[in-house]
């Protein structure tokens, strides 16, 4: 994989999946700006892979006008953006009796919203290329629905539905929009997904953990380096014919 010359912005860089997907980016070559609220993430993924040629921003995807600052700042320090990777997210659940407006509204701004405002930040710059690669980090449960995540996979499936639609858009103008859908991830939303189950619950922490685990026939999280690497295919030459895919990556736990 050769990403030189291409510049790349990963939101939700700062750690777990995003923290991954900035590396192996990074280690293909590509100069890649990190996003996320913490400063201190930020700059120590940037530091990491600083011979790319990387930018630490912090950014709270949330408010319009700093998606607009970020990606003004990408292309003005790095001199384009190529890829772009909308990661950031976030996961609650509750019963659809408590899920309140709040909770309705941060998973619908961070996980589908921000995607909408980024790309449609990022695109014009691609098509006047005749390149690009914009990949959703999404989930299953933006194929599938959930008991008490009513919230999040709502907005899951709005991410899906916006590649697949953006995709067709796109198609003969050199840009590819792809999802990649993991199960439960080896990161702190899992572990937070554990304290959950257990406090509300009562289950011990293994068993809680191991209730998730058999989600994935494989019996196991998948690791953020795993859908970093499917990722970085994605935004390759060699994927230049995959484009309005949502890539499920757990272990064959959902196969539509």
Not at 196 to 213: C, F, S, V, Y
Request: glycine share 12%.
């Amino acid at each position: 994989m050769d990403l030189q010359q291409r510049v790349a912005l990963v939101t939700g860089g700062g750690r777990g999946i995003g923290k991954a997907i900035a590396r192996a980016l990074a280690g293909a070559g590509a100069k890649v700006a990190v996003a996320a609220r913490s400063r201190d993430e930020v700059e120590a993924v940037a530091r990491e892979i600083a011979g790319s040629g990387s930018l630490p921003l912090v950014c709270d995807v949330t408010v319009r006008a700093e998606v607009a600052r970020t990606v003004d700042d990408v292309v003005r320090k790095l001199g384009s953006l190529d890829i772009l990777v909308n990661n950031a997210g976030v996961a609650e659940s509750a019963p659809l009796a408590r899920t309140d407006e709040a909770m309705w509204d941060r998973a619908l701004a961070t996980n589908l919203t921000s995607t909408y405002l980024f790309t449609r930040a990022s695109l014009p710059g691609m098509v006047g290329r005749g390149w690009g690669r914009v990949v959703n980090v999404a989930s299953t449960s933006g194929k599938v629905g959930g008991a008490y995540l009513t919230a999040y996979c709502a907005s899951k499936h709005g991410v899906v539905g916006f590649t697949r639609a953006l995709a067709l858009e796109t198609a003969g103008k050199g840009v590819t929009v792809n999802a990649v859908c993991p199960g439960y991830v080896r990161t702190d939303l899992a572990e937070r997904a554990i304290r959950n189950i257990a406090e509300k619950t009562g289950m011990p922490p293994a068993q809680a953990r191991a209730k998730l685990e058999a989600s994935n026939p494989q019996g196991r999280f998948v690791e953020p380096e795993e859908v970093a690497a499917l990722v970085l295919f994605l935004c390759g030459e060699e994927a230049r014919g995959v484009n309005g895919q949502a890539i499920n990556l757990d272990g064959g736990g959902t196969t539509s």
